[in-house]
Nanobody, 124 residues
Framework: QVQLVESGGGLVQAGGSLRVSCAAS????????MGWFRQPPGKEREFAAG????????YYADSVKGRFTISRDNAKNTVYLQMNSLKPEDTAVYYC?????????????????WGQGTQVTVSS
């Protein structure tokens, strides 16, 4: 089992940058595929970015591709989401999640553990 704690959310102006982090407990972090999801106000939770167990593969939703970068440091049990060129429509609660499955999971139902979320607000 793994516990996830997000940090780094906040208020930023459109066009700005922000990095959110997710720290994981336990000694098996490298055995989990990791993902970032987001839930805008009044909407469903959606996939934003994912990274394989080793960090060798990353994948993104079309809405964030080219602006967001996911990375991980297995020595620090941490996954990051660097967000650049932020837009008001990026406003959401951002959640990190861990998957024990194979491949590159895109669905929220493929993830087994979730953090509590961190709010990101982009002002226009």
């Amino acid at each position: 089992q793994v516990q996830l704690v997000e940090s780094g959310g906040g208020l930023v102006q459109a066009g700005g940058s922000l990095r959110v982090s997710c720290a994981a407990s336990g000694q098996t972090f490298g055995t989990y595929g990791m993902g970032w999801f987001r839930q805008p106000p009044g909407k469903e939770r959606e996939f934003a970015a994912g990274i394989s167990k080793s960090g060798g593969s990353t994948y993104y939703a079309d809405s964030v591709k080219g602006r967001f970068t996911i990375s991980r440091d297995n020595a620090k049990n941490t996954v990051y989401l660097q967000m650049n060129s932020l837009k008001p429509e990026d406003t959401a609660v951002y959640y990190c999640a861990a998957s024990t499955g194979l491949g590159l999971p895109l669905s929220r139902y493929d993830y087994d553990y979730w953090g509590q979320g961190t709010q990101v607000t982009v002002s226009s």
